[in-house]
């Protein structure tokens, strides 16, 4: 079993590519579909953890949190306002400086720790 949130995403990586790249019959079809969603799962799972880094130096430096993706890109953190895979805006709670995927994203909920990666 492998933790896509906090353990070994190269290893859930691996598999779900494997599965994505396998034969294209109609009863593997769902199958290649899920490991395509659950890769993006994992790229925006790390683009999580890189904004949360941001979000820490930000932090130390200003000594406050960001209190929109605005503050991070005239800081020159960012380019532009970040986006998951599929091109729905990443959300800021200022409050806790938490980064999360739009309520819209298809990639909706995200696994955790708990969940079993495949």
Known sequence: M????????DTARRL?????????????RWLRNEAAR?????????????LSR???VYEQRTGSRPAT?????????LPGTPVDPDGYPMQLNPYWGLVTLD????????????DPVP
């Open 16 to 28: 779900w590519s494997e599965l994505l790249t396998g034969s294209d019959t109609e009863d593997n």
């Open 2 to 9: 492998t933790r896509a949130r906090g353990g070994d995403r």
């Open 38 to 50: 659950r890769l993006r799962q994992l790229d925006v799972l790390d683009r999580i953890d890189a």
């Open 54 to 56: 941001l979000i820490g």
């Open 103 to 114: 309520p819209k994203s298809v990639l909706n909920p995200l696994p955790t720790d708990e």
């Open 69 to 77: 993706w605005a503050d991070l890109i005239r800081a020159g953190y």
